[in-house]
């Protein structure tokens, strides 16, 4: 990045909760939001990870624009900008959002729209849709534009909802788990759907300094890179996991030796994990290996809204200085040559964090991270 850029803000709304620092307990307990939810259509699993608020029965579109808005709203209290986000610039991605479901729900841009007009943003918001990593995509693009010059504070996050097309869609492309989804394990057979939200506030780090905010982490770097593959099934290669994730190292002027955590996207489908597993394998010296960890057990895979939420439980690693334990993890999958968090939370040594997204239609994403002490020291 040529301009420092601060994390000042952040929020979650899961299925384990939207309280920052309870949902991140939660996870160091070994919890999971996964349970069973309704449904009137034949599944190949009814356990999903859903959260309680917006309600179930509310049509697809409202709760997406009431779970982004609500999570949005969070971040920039959380940030102390609340109340007036003036020329705050709104960045938003989701995969499909209501657009399956609910003929009401307009374009893909249009939700991102309402959240805007709702929170009095001045500016008209950009909105990203790239499958699984729209979250960390927007993300990127909010710290670009800062480093561009563009604006100086980035709102940025991902929000998704579970809906009856998805939940219909993963069924029958069989990358719905039949059982639990177990990522890194030798078991591993599928995914799980979850749903919800997770907004970061980035902030130039010079106008963060002059209103005394605090710093949560440091966005160091991010790449991207598109392998064309399938529109489901990534490059067996993993050539574009590498691209992305060496395109976020060069940008974070950073070398491999100096990350001390990841974590990976981690779907719990046998070809994500072990194109994953593999591109890690190539990029990481056997002597000097990062942390692995994954969050998709606890709250489902939460599609367009995953890269955000597990940006921040990154975020939050760092912060604590540990990692929770892999939900589902019982017995590593042969082969995989990492320490990865299993059973209990894991230390972490000093390094940067990287958060991976590998999306459906071979969009691969890298942030890299670096921890921040309160109050910008």
């Known amino acids: 990045m040529t301009r420092q850029v601060l994390v000042t803000g952040m929020a979650w709304d899961t299925a ?15 919890e999971t939001g996964l349970r069973e939810v309704p449904s009137p259509h034949r599944l190949r699993n009814r356990l999903a990870a859903t959260v309680d608020d917006p309600p179930a029965g509310w049509t697809p579109a409202r709760r997406q624009i009431s779970l982004g808005t609500r999570t949005v709203g969070r971040a920039l209290q959380d940030a102390g900008i609340d109340g007036d986000p003036g020329e705050a610039l709104l960045v938003l991605g989701t995969s499909y959002g209501a657009h399956l479901d609910d003929t009401r729900a307009g374009g893909l841009h249009d939700w991102a729209a309402a959240v ?45 909802i579970l809906t009856a097309a998805k939940r219909l869609g993963h069924s029958a492309l069989g990358t719905m788990s039949p059982t639990l989804l177990r990522a890194f394990d030798e078991a591993a057979d599928g995914t799980l759907l979850g749903e919800g939200a997770g907004i970061v506030v980035l902030e130039e780090a010079g106008r963060a300094q002059r209103r005394q905010a605090r710093a949560y982490a440091e966005l160091l770097g991010g790449g991207s890179a598109n392998d064309a593959a399938g529109m489901t099934a990534p490059d067996p290669s993993g050539a574009a996991v590498l691209l992305a994730v060496r395109r976020s190292l060069a940008a974070a002027g950073l070398s491999t030796d100096q990350v001390a955590v990841v974590n990976a996207h981690a779907t719990g489908t046998p070809v994500n994990d072990a194109v994953e597993a593999a591109s890690f394998d190539r990029l990481f ?42 939900y589902g993890l019982d017995t590593p999958a042969p082969g995989l040559a990492f320490p990865v968090s299993q059973g209990a939370p894991v230390a972490l040594g000093p390094g940067a964090g990287l958060s991976v997204t590998l999306g459906f239609g071979g969009f ?10 309160d109050g910008l020291g």
């Open 285 to 326: 010296p056997a002597a000097d290996r990062p942390v692995l960890f994954a969050t998709k057990g606890a709250f489902g895979h939460t599609l367009g809204a995953t890269g955000a939420i597990e940006a921040i439980a990154l975020v939050q690693a760092l912060r604590h200085g540990k990692v929770p334990p892999v």
């Open 16 to 30: 384990l909760g939207d309280d920052l620092d309870g949902v991140w307990s939660r996870l160091l307990a070994g």
């Open 116 to 160: 805007a007009r709702g929170l009095g943003f001045t500016r008209p918001p950009v909105s990203v849709s790239t499958a699984c990593s729209s979250g960390a995509d927007a993300i990127l693009v909010g710290g670009h534009l800062i480093a561009a010059g563009m604006t100086e504070v980035a709102v940025c996050g991902g929000v998704d």
């Open 364 to 373: 691969n994403t890298s942030l890299v991270f670096a921890g921040a002490a």
